[in-house]
């Protein structure tokens, strides 16, 4: 496998890294600051877009029509597949940080720091490949959503916040993120299903606070 530099990843996220260079990398020691940086600027994304476009409901057309039956149970064949998509990537996510020199540095840069500065290791080069990946992962994520909702400047906002609670509750293991989403996921499609949605869609928020007034530390041993 080639090494894993910045020309690889600089035309895909050219994007993602401006806004990491300009809003994010000057306040990466202020999590805080930086999460309502971050949120501020995609109220003004959503604003500029209905400006540009309406506020008009929009559809996108399922690339995969049908069901397909399942242990008994029909299900739709397009959400199979999105699964089916969400488990690979999870799987190219943890290869790559797990069997990479990439991924060797940003655990390295996660855990700590300034060991890894002094390692070598460029931190603020690290930070922004992460950055563009995770912008990368969310726009996967919303195009293989978008068949499934309507299409409106404002169509992120609940799997947003549900993302923050998610990634609370995990802290910095990827392996406790998966739990933290099957669980938690889970408990909102049950309540959703047997009671309504409205309470389905708080169900996330009050479990996530649940677990971190039990453990500080949610699902991560970290």
Do not use: H
């Not at 501020?40 to 559809?59: C, E």
């Not at 029909?74 to 940080?97: F, K, M, Q, T």
């Not at 400047?153 to 990827?174: C, E, Q, Y």
């Amino acid at each position: 496998m080639p090494p894993l530099t910045w020309t690889n990843f600089a035309p895909p996220f050219s994007g993602g890294l401006v806004i990491e260079r300009v809003i994010v990398r000057p306040l990466y020691d202020r999590p805080l600051d930086a999460i309502l940086a971050t949120w501020g600027l995609g109220i003004v994304i959503g604003q500029l877009i209905t400006l540009g476009f309406g506020r008009g409901v929009q559809f996108a057309p399922n690339p995969i029509s049908g069901t397909t039956e399942l242990f008994g149970v029909d299900y739709s064949a397009y959400r199979l597949a999105v699964a089916v998509i969400a488990v690979l990537l999870v799987v190219a996510l943890s290869a790559l940080l797990k069997l990479t020199r990439f991924g060797l540095n940003a655990r390295a840069v996660i855990m700590n720091e300034r060991l890894a500065r002094g390692l070598g290791i460029d931190s603020t080069r690290v930070r922004a490949l992460t950055f563009g990946l995770g912008a990368a992962l969310a726009c996967a994520a919303g195009a293989l959503i978008t068949p499934l909702i309507s299409v409106d400047p404002n169509m992120g906002l609940p799997w947003l916040v549900n993302s923050f609670m998610l990634v609370m509750v995990a802290g910095v293991s990827f392996p406790s993120l998966l739990v933290a989403s099957l669980i938690l996921g889970g408990a909102q499609v049950v309540v959703s299903t047997y009671a309504n949605p409205i309470l389905g869609g708080m169900t996330i928020v009050v479990a996530a606070a649940l677990v971190l007034r039990i453990s500080p530390k949610g699902f991560s041993r970290a």
